[in-house]
């Protein structure tokens, strides 16, 4: 059985799995001073933040100017913030005219320092507007910070067509417009410069050409499927012949 599962392999490397070169990819660069044209084009939004104090206010005002938001709501603290976004987020289905949440910023200042966390949706606001495509287009579908890697990686970029990187979409989402518009306010506040402005552009790293193996990701996931399989047949020829010791008492002494 184990010869015969590579011998499987063997036949899909030979005539039907072939490798493929693939040449460098270079990415064009964007801006990130506004929201995305999407996100801002789909509803008017705000933006909370806590704890609700005159400094805190000041800096995002100017960073509700930056990103054109219809205004920004202060919170005592970063629970009773999460409890109103969450809240809403549950009922975002229903029908409404006013500003949605775009999401919050919890400030926390240390010393000399600010410290801030940006809160966003569970779940992408660009797979909600997709929801009707294809089921697995978008695998994830939240932001899924606990991993840095995807589980299985691949010889090639992820997503070499897109421009922003794939999921988790942090541009589309906005979170580097929020990032970088929160980052900017802070620089204005600390060094009063009001009339300070530019633009700054991020792109994608480059990169290498490589070689696109599919059969890599099959052995990824088939292989301890073959290895089961040809192994069961030695497992179910040890039971049988125990069950039958044990029925004969072939093995049995008597004193």
């Known amino acids: 059985m184990p010869s015969f599962f590579i011998l499987i392999l063997v036949l899909l490397r030979a005539f039907v799995v072939k490798d493929e070169h693939r040449p460098s990819v270079t990415y064009s660069a964007f801006d990130v001073n506004e929201l995305p044209l999407v996100l801002s084009n789909e509803s008017k939004w705000k933006m909370a933040f806590a704890p609700n104090t005159s400094d805190v206010r000041q800096i995002m005002n100017m960073v509700a100017k930056q990103l054109s938001l219809v205004k920004v709501t202060g919170f005592r603290n970063e629970d009773e913030m999460v409890r109103v976004l969450v809240n809403e987020e549950q009922h975002r289905n229903k029908p409404s005219n006013d500003a949605l949440f775009l999401g919050g910023i919890a400030f926390n200042k240390k010393s000399d320092d600010i410290v801030y966390k940006i809160r966003l949706g569970s779940k992408s606001k660009k797979y909600i507007r997709e929801k009707k495509m294809e089921f697995g287009v978008y695998p994830s579908i939240s932001w899924n910070t606990q991993f840095t890697f995807p589980v299985f990686q691949n010889p090639e970029p992820r997503k070499s067509n897109s421009t922003y990187g794939g999921p988790p979409f942090y541009f589309e989402d906005g979170f580097l417009s929020i990032q970088h518009a929160v980052d900017f306010a802070i620089i ?68």
């Open 188 to 255: 204005k506040f600390k060094g009063n410069m009001s009339d300070v402005d530019t633009i700054v552009s991020v792109k994608r790293f480059p990169y290498p050409d490589c070689i696109d193996d599919p059969l890599i990701m099959a052995i990824q996931t088939i292989l301890p499927l073959l290895l089961m399989l040809s192994l069961i047949f030695n497992a179910l020829n040890i039971v049988r012949d125990i069950v039958y010791e044990k029925e004969k008492r072939l093995k049995v002494r008597k004193f």
